[in-house]
Nanobody, 123 residues
Framework: QVQLVESGGGLVQAGGSLRLSCAAS????????MGWFRQAPGKEHEFVAG????????YYTDSVKGRFTISRDKAKNAVYLQMNSLKPEDTAVYYC????????????????WGQGTQVTVSS
């Protein structure tokens, strides 16, 4: 059974940092792009960051560029999201996703995704 399990969420003050982790299991993700999405209260899911299947390319939504960094450890089937200079508008449930070759732009269009981890940024 394929599972993506996120961890590392929590409550942090504005300007602080968090590091999210996503552990994937149940198959090899060697040829899969992996990424992060988020959903704020009352809003649709939003793409945050992604990395290509080989880790050679990374991409971000404009609002997090320069503050968030995505990385992956293929040997551990894991992907991470380092979030710095957090803002209250970053408050959301963050989801990890995986899709063959590259992450799809919509969460539900990816082959796999996790249950999410809550990130709350206080002002």
């Amino acid at each position: 059974q394929v599972q993506l399990v996120e961890s590392g969420g929590g409550l942090v003050q504005a300007g602080g940092s968090l590091r999210l982790s996503c552990a994937a299991s149940g198959r090899t993700f060697f040829s899969y792009g992996m990424g992060w999405f988020r959903q704020a209260p009352g809003k649709e899911h939003e793409f945050v960051a992604g990395t290509s299947w080989d880790g050679g390319n990374t991409y971000y939504t404009d609002s997090v560029k320069g503050r968030f960094t995505i990385s992956r450890d293929k040997a551990k089937n894991a992907v991470y999201l380092q979030m710095n200079s957090l803002k209250p508008e970053d408050t959301a449930v963050y989801y990890c996703a995986a899709n063959r070759w590259t992450v799809a732009g919509t969460l539900q269009h990816n082959e796999y995704w996790g249950q999410g981890t809550q990130v709350t940024v206080s002002s």
